[in-house]
């Protein structure tokens, strides 16, 4: 059974940055893309981010483009969001996801964690 398990949500302020980690058990995943996602409130879940199973292709929702970083560690079956420059609209809960195949965008994905929450302050 796949297990997704993030960590490294908090508290912020405007401007300053969190370091998402992302731990997969259950089976070895190098060869699977992962991605990550945001929801808040009374929205629906929204894509952040992607990476290939080797770390060779990223993709991005654009307004986190430049701000925002994810990599991968394939020994450790782990993915990482690096957020920089944080705005209050990044405020939600932030989930990791897995896919059952090597590239995507947007999806699909297929496992989930159960998120950890980021909130900035103005």
């Known amino acids: 059974q796949v297990h997704v398990v993030e960590s490294g949500g908090g508290l912020v302020q405007a401007g300053g940055s969190l370091r998402l980690s992302c731990a997969a058990s259950?089976?070895?995943?190098?060869?699977?893309?992962m991605g990550w996602f945001r929801q808040t409130p009374g929205k629906e879940r929204e894509f952040v981010a992607a990476?290939?199973?080797?770390?060779?292709?990223?993709y991005y929702v654009d307004s986190v483009k430049g701000r925002f970083t994810i990599s991968r560690d394939n020994a450790k079956n782990a993915v990482f969001l690096q957020m920089n420059s944080l705005k209050p609209e990044d405020t939600a809960i932030y989930y990791c996801s897995v896919s059952k195949i090597r590239v995507v965008t947007r999806g699909p994905f297929d496992y989930w964690g159960l998120g950890t929450q980021v909130t900035v302050s103005p």
């Open positions: 990476i290939s199973w080797n770390g060779g292709f990223t």
């Open positions: 259950g089976g070895t995943f190098s060869n699977n893309a």
